[in-house]
């Protein structure tokens, strides 16, 4: 355990490795989980959009993001939610980068990959200098 300020509120709390903010805002973090969970309970609502979630509920984005990312939320469930790309913010379902983003990354490792392969066949193999007399 470790003394840490609230990333919500700023105020001090013991942070162990199973909350990340003070007792005061788990509250409210639980209050807002459950407003969100009765929302999408209901028949009606379990083709909501982010978007129609938080106008309909009051509770932040980055709030529904947590609880989708930490799993609270099973979008197996809720075919409309998702959360961003962590490079470009696109929203998604699974992973951490979207697919145009997973490709970029994986083209620019590859390139990374053939620079230090080409640089490791010059080294391997030096060129000698000879340098001819002159008279």
């Given amino acids: ?15 162990t490795k199973f909350r990340d ?39 932040e984005e980055a709030l529904l993001f947590k609880f989708i990312k930490t799993g609270r939320l099973q ?10 790309c962590a ?3 696109t929203i998604i379902r699974e992973g951490k980068l979207c697919e145009s983003c997973n490709k970029d990354v994986n083209k620019q490792l590859h390139m990374i990959y053939e620079e230090e392969k080409r640089k490791d066949k010059q080294n ?5 200098y000879i340098k001819k007399d002159e008279k």
């Fill in 75 to 84: 979008l197996r469930q809720f075919p409309h939610l998702g959360y961003p």
């Fill in 21 to 59: 903010i003070c007792e005061k805002c788990y509250k409210e973090e639980e209050e807002a989980f459950e407003v969100v969970y009765n929302f999408l309970r209901k028949r009606e609502n379990r083709m909501a959009t982010i978007t129609q979630v938080v106008e309909a509920t009051g509770v």
């Fill in 1 to 15: 355990m470790n003394l840490d300020n609230c990333p919500v509120c700023g105020g001090l709390f013991l942070k």
């Fill in 87 to 89: 490079r470009c913010g």
């Fill in 124 to 128: 391997n193999n030096p060129t000698y």
